[in-house]
């Protein structure tokens, strides 16, 4: 289901960390404790300095010890210290088989998996990425020189505004999106948490009192759980390891309902651009 307020266009969006989550309990279920006994690229541009043959070298024969996620970032504990690291970007996905199956469209990479199962990527676009790690250089790795995560134990209301106090001329829009700051948000959630905590897209994060970044910092958090319970938003492309759609389209409240009715006060929601990214909110609600 594509929000009504959304033009005919096929617009994409990102997975952002409740898709990516999903994924990630899904990959554990389906593949963790597996060999990696083969691997075939169709894509080899999703592997920045390496060829298919080294990778496949470097992976093959190496038990996926666990799969944990960091904001939008997919990393796989491999066996003998290896970690591989994952950007979906806009239309990566995995499509878990548990026989043997011919490759699809847009198949970028299959990883072949102890017990006859496989593991195949797929990539419309083109621009997901694939990099190796020795586990004791994971710190280099872009996923850990970001901002922390807001589903780990250690991003509290706290930490939340001593990174907010950093950032007081920044739009409150553009804060949440910038990873630097902490990790996972991206337009769809943005818009929804900021509508949630009734809070106007464009204002200056210094411009906001304690009791507003207190329900901000609320919204953020249940915005994004509330995406992993109904697995994920499905305006687009994302579909989970099965490829079955997430739910979470069917509650958004202002994302691509640009000319409806807000669902609080009934005021006309509004698009504007913000960061460079298309923003939805109600001029009445978000103050």
């Known amino acids: 289901m594509v929000p009504s307020g959304s ?14 989550e999903c994924i990630v309990r899904d990959l554990r279920s389906c593949v963790q404790g597996k060999k990696i006994v083969g691997v075939e ?9 390496i060829t298919p043959e080294e990778f496949a070298g470097q992976v093959c024969g190496r038990i996926i010890r666990s799969v944990k996620r960091r904001g939008k970032y997919i990393l796989f504990y491999l066996s003998g210290d290896k970690v591989l690291e994952i950007h979906l ?3 990566g996905r995995f499509i878990f088989h548990p026989v043997p199956v011919k490759p699809e469209k847009y198949t970028g990479v299959i990883f072949y998996l102890s017990g006859n ?9 083109k621009f997901a990425t694939f990099r190796l790690w020795e586990k004791q250089e994971l710190y280099r790795a872009t996923p850990f020189r970001l901002g922390p995560d807001p589903l780990e134990d250690n991003f509290t209301l706290e930490s939340f505004l001593a990174i907010m106090a950093k950032k007081p001329g920044s739009k409150i829009k553009a804060f949440l999106l910038d990873q630097r700051n902490f ?17 106007d897209p464009a204002r200056e994060t210094g411009e906001l009192d304690l009791k507003e970044k207190k329900r901000l910092y609320k919204a953020v958090y249940s915005i994004l759980q509330e995406g992993i319970a109904l697995r994920g938003t499905s305006v687009s492309d994302y579909r989970d390891l099965r490829g079955l759609p997430g739910g979470f389209q ?8 640009a000319g409806e009715p807000c669902p609080r006060c009934g005021t006309t929601l509004q698009r504007t651009v ?7 909110f109600c001029p009445q609600c978000q103050v």
């Open 41 to 49: 690229f169709f894509f080899e541009n999703m592997l920045p300095g």
């Open 89 to 91: 970007r806009m239309t």
């Open 183 to 199: 990790m996972g948000m991206g337009n769809i959630y943005t818009d929804e948490a900021l509508y949630r905590a009734g809070i």
């Open 7 to 20: 033009s005919g266009r096929r617009l994409r969006s990102l997975p952002e960390l409740p898709e990516v």
């Open 250 to 257: 069917n509650r958004l409240k202002v994302y691509r309902r």
């Open 274 to 280: 913000i960061a460079g990214r298309g923003t939805y």
């Open 117 to 125: 199962i496989s593991l195949h990527f797929q990539d419309i676009r």
